[in-house]
């Protein structure tokens, strides 16, 4: 007569501490590989749009707040010396401009600022919006 050892029940949490391991794994390597975006010197909130194009990624960013302060590719920039800084960043490297104005600026600042930048040799840009939700 053989005596047949019965095996404790098993705990089934037990399976689940490698897949914990894996995903805590998972989420540290995408924390530091992903990019985060800092968020815009003005905190500036574009107007929203139905167009989805893309806008270029090494284009010169002009970021206009509410109160018309202006940001040139990170540096503040007064009014009146924009068409001059814009003409010395192209000149250096001739590139794409991009306008990120906050949706409550006034209409006749923001055609002020473009006719400085026409001023500045820019002969094209792209104003940047948010896409409006499906």
Do not use: C, W, Y
């Not at 530091?32 to 284009?59: H, I, M, Q």
């Amino acid at each position: 007569m053989k005596l047949l050892h019965e095996r404790p029940p098993r705990d089934n949490d037990e399976h689940l501490i490698p897949l914990i391991n894996v995903v805590l794994l998972l989420l540290i390597f995408f924390m530091l590989v992903g990019r985060v975006t800092p968020p815009d010197e003005l905190g500036v909130a574009p107007p929203v749009s139905e167009s989805r194009l893309v806008a270029r990624p090494t284009a010169l960013l002009i970021l206009v707040d509410v109160q018309g302060r202006l940001i040139v590719d990170g540096v503040s920039v007064r009014p009146e010396r924009l068409a001059a800084e814009v003409a010395e960043r192209l000149a250096e490297r001739p590139r794409a401009v991009q306008v990120k104005a906050d949706a409550e600026l006034e209409a006749a600042r923001l055609v002020e600022i473009l006719e400085r930048l026409r001023a500045g040799g820019v002969e094209s840009l792209d104003l940047l919006t948010t896409v409006r939700d499906a």
